[in-house]
């Protein structure tokens, strides 16, 4: 459900940097909630910095550097469907190149909840649902109402993208 184009620039000494650009593949009646962006960086780096275009409010997304785990983390509390998105990412190395810093960089990988889609398409067409007797059910009774026991959640296992 989604693509990512990542776009890197060597041209600058000792500094690495990372266009991001995000798109959300699925129809724009949906949302993506607590979807998380993970973009580890060479060990060879000293230190990063991350920043989102000057129209993207802070309550919707943010990036931040995790240096513990030396890697770009970039989350988003809702992501409507159809929708792009970039980020910018600027990784100071220790030396002037790092041979192979390509390899080095990635893979990257979301985490994401789509309620109410289905990723394959697949869709429950009928459901009977059965009461727990044997016995006939009584004209009086309430419909029963098998769509509540059916939730189509897209959620992502091991979304992975290689740089």
């Given at each position: 459900?989604?693509?990512?184009?990542?776009?890197?620039?060597?041209?600058?000494?000792?500094?690495?940097?990372?266009?991001?650009?995000?798109?959300?593949d699925?129809?724009?009646?949906?949302?993506?909630?607590?979807?998380?962006?993970?973009?580890?960086?060479?060990?060879?780096?000293?230190?990063?910095?991350?920043?989102?275009?000057?129209?993207?409010?802070?309550?919707?997304?943010?990036?931040?550097?995790?240096?513990?785990?030396?890697?770009?983390?970039?989350?988003?509390?809702?992501?409507?469907?159809?929708?792009?998105?970039?980020c910018?990412?600027?990784?100071?190395?220790?030396?002037?190149?790092?041979?192979?810093?390509?390899?080095?960089?990635?893979?990257?990988?979301?985490?994401?909840?789509?309620?109410?889609?289905?990723?394959?398409d697949?869709?429950?067409?009928?459901?009977?649902?059965?009461?727990?007797?044997?016995?006939?059910?009584?004209?009086?009774?309430?419909?029963?109402?098998?769509?509540?026991?059916?939730?189509?959640?897209?959620?992502?296992?091991?979304?992975?993208?290689?740089?």
């Amino acid at each position: 459900p989604f693509r990512i184009l990542p776009i890197i620039d060597e041209s600058v000494p000792y500094k690495v940097g990372i266009e991001l650009k995000l798109y959300a593949d699925f129809n724009a009646k949906h949302t993506c909630t607590g979807c998380i962006v993970t973009l580890p960086i060479p060990k060879g780096a000293i230190g990063a910095t991350a920043r989102l275009p000057k129209h993207v409010t802070a309550s919707t997304q943010h990036v931040m550097y995790d240096a513990a785990e030396k890697q770009i983390v970039w989350q988003f509390k809702k992501l409507p469907g159809g929708s792009d998105h970039e980020c910018s990412v600027q990784i100071s190395l220790q030396s002037e190149r790092i041979p192979n810093v390509r390899r080095e960089i990635g893979p990257l990988s979301l985490t994401f909840q789509i309620p109410t889609f289905s990723a394959s398409d697949l869709a429950v067409r009928y459901l009977q649902v059965i009461g727990s007797s044997n016995e006939p059910r009584h004209r009086d009774d309430p419909p029963r109402n098998p769509h509540r026991w059916i939730r189509y959640m897209t959620k992502s296992s091991s979304y992975v993208v290689r740089i």
